[in-house]
């Protein structure tokens, strides 16, 4: 089954958040993972309204995406978007 890596991004600043959106899709396809939603628009339908930046990612499994999220190209990436934006992450399986 699919492994899904969806997060929310507060982002701080942009400038230095190019680098960290440099280095995360070689990290995100050595995995097997791709991109599903990475940013655009947002419209909140319920609950308090979302600003912040929304990414999906769907990985082969939920192994595939922790592995991913520990990596040595993630962690690399991880440390770049250090001071420039905060994220709530979350990898869930999905369905057949």
Known sequence: ???YLIAYVDVSDPEKYKNYTALTP???G???GEFVV???ELATVEGPAESR???V?????VEAAQAFWTSPEYTRAK???AGAATM???IVEGVA
């Open 88 to 90: 709530h992450a979350m």
């Open 1 to 3: 089954m699919p492994g």
């Open 26 to 28: 070689a990290a995100v």
């Open 30 to 32: 050595a995995h097997g």
């Open 79 to 81: 440390q770049e978007r």
């Open 57 to 61: 990612i769907r990985f082969p499994s």
């Open 53 to 55: 930046r929304c990414v």
């Open 38 to 40: 990475r940013g655009g």
